[in-house]
């Protein structure tokens, strides 16, 4: 059976993934099983998107009872779950708007059009990101990313963005330009394998963008929703530091549906009507399932403490990797952590690898072979974005067939 749907899959989806060899059937919590009824406990979350893990009870019974009601009635239309989805999201930044969509990507793409639309009359539209960004597959997205790997054979792209490296900001000063009207960054950098902004740099980056007028734009698609300890990354990385700050958007996707595909941009409130009405749209963006989800997912995570929890057992998984580490210091390179957004740099010079073929992807596949879900990135990252209601009992499990793996792999 496995293999026929391989073979479905070859024959007939658009072949832009590079898929691993397995075909997986149905989950429950942190675990997930294949077609021949293998277990894995799933420490990729589909990408920081599982954020209570698989097969919720409780997101399975609001689908189940806002679909007998409304699934869908068009944005022409007012209706209770998206004012109060827009409010719960709000309330959790500061004030402002909410702009729903379906994708991280089309997040990306209407903080670009917020850019682009404020800076118009000045005739300003240049956005500045960083190098090793990530913002998602659609022709601005791939524009604004900062990694050529993603633009290949796309040209021409749309114009106006200009890439720096991240976390210093004498590159982003000195890249601004009269034309300039915004600066997007992610406040971790996810794709690039785990790289979080410093509180200096953010702190450093608000007042440049308040004294040069730029709109300071938070790609919070994989580093948002809780994932890092808090409602949002730059609550985390300026925890210690008694500060104001906020973004003047702030993109979100992935964990707000966890599986259910659903985007959001807050926009504050100084920017609030620059996107009026007529400018931009979305025939699915907030509809009333997806709202009844987004909201249910902030009820369980509030009622279940899980922003400590992602703190805690983030905690935990770093200190156990650490020690791994020390005892294996030629294999792990370093571990970057914050909260459960976890990434392991590996030696990429393991003799069994065969060396055309990033050592990230062969590292997954020996996990997968263990027993263990994981996501690679770049050449040699392997990813921990476990859900957020991982139990403490599960993390030790996963350390454990990671540890194994090294062991098979090394000895
Ligand atoms: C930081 C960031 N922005 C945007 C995206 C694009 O999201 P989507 O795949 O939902 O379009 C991603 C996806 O990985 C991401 O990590």
Known sequence: ??????DRFKQFVAPTYGRFPLTLANGKGSYIW?????????????IAVNCLGHSHPEIGQTLSEQSSRLIHCSNLYHFEGQSQLAENLTKRIAPGRVFFCNSGAESSEVMIKLARRSGQMEGRFEIITAENSFHGRTMAGISATGQAKVKDGFAPLLQGFSHVPFNNLEAIRSSITPSTVAVMIEGVQGESGIHPATPEYLLGLRELCNNHDLLLLWDGVQCGHFRTGSFQSFQTILSDHNSEFL??????????????????VWISEKHAEVLCPGTHGSTFGGN???CAVGNKILEIIDRDNLEKNANEIGNYLVDELTII?????????AIRGIGLMIGIEMNAEVESFDKKIPASIQWVSALHEAGLLTIPA?????????????????AQAGISLFEQTIKKLTS
Do not use: C, W
């Open 1 to 6: 059976m496995s293999n026929n749907i391989k």
């Open 325 to 333: 580490q020390k005892n294996h210091k030629n294999i792990i390179k």
């Open 247 to 264: 973004p003047d958007a702030v993109g979100m996707a992935k964990s707000l549906g966890g599986g259910f595909p659903m985007g959001a």
């Open 288 to 290: 009333p399932l997806a």
């Open 378 to 394: 770049g050449n040699s990252i392997v990813r921990f974005l476990p859900a957020l209601n991982l139990k403490h009992e599960e």
């Open 34 to 46: 294949d077609t021949n009824d293998k277990q894995y406990l799933d420490f990729g979350g589909g």
